[in-house]
């Protein structure tokens, strides 16, 4: 940065901020935290080695990584970032399940209200309904006429209880 105000690097590590500072662009004076944490996880001298590695067009992003996984490791410091992708991705499984099951039961309504489908065998019913959604319901027809048990299937996915509540969800991790 030169001689007006030193990087939050240099600034934390008690330097002088050179012109050709690596870490001035990317932890600037305004926001100590960003290298303070990433210095505590890293260090300041792999990070330094890792941003010369880099072409300069990566070392933005690379730099929001760091920032990233080091905030994750200091939330959880036996998985860092791989907890929270865990737990988004079970998240994601969970959340297509209860939509798996939300259609279910749009479907079995569907096919409460359409009496006349019911009785008619699955072919007969492709060419009574030529413009509907014919795959998932002679399917469904095909397998099973019991619907009794979807509605009871559905009300145990109703819960807020079932959807993982986010540790981290208060705080972001890129701060």
């Not at 290298?35 to 260090?43: E, L, S």
């Not at 009496?115 to 795959?135: G, I």
């Amino acid at each position: 940065m030169g001689g007006t105000s030193p990087c939050a690097s240099c600034k934390l590590l008690r330097r002088r901020c050179a012109k050709d500072c690596i870490f001035a662009p990317y932890f600037p004076s305004d926001d100590p935290h960003k290298f303070a944490i990433v210095h505590k996880v890293f260090g300041a001298s792999n990070v330094s080695k890792m941003l010369q590695e880099l072409p300069l067009h990566q070392r933005g992003d690379a730099v929001s990584s760091l920032v990233y996984e080091a905030n994750a490791r200091v939330r959880d410091p036996v998985y860092g970032c791989v907890g929270a992708i865990s737990f988004l991705q079970n998240q994601v499984s969970n959340l297509q399940m209860q939509l798996a099951v939300a259609q279910a039961e749009i479907l079995c309504i569907q096919m409460q209200q359409e009496p006349v489908a019911a009785t008619l065998p699955a072919s007969q019913m492709l060419d009574h309904h030529q413009y509907q959604d014919h795959d998932q319901k002679s399917l469904l027809l095909s397998n099973t006429h019991d619907f009794s048990n979807i509605p009871q299937y559905v009300s145990s996915f109703g819960s807020s209880s079932n959807v993982i509540q986010d540790p981290l969800k208060r705080e972001s991790l890129w701060t």
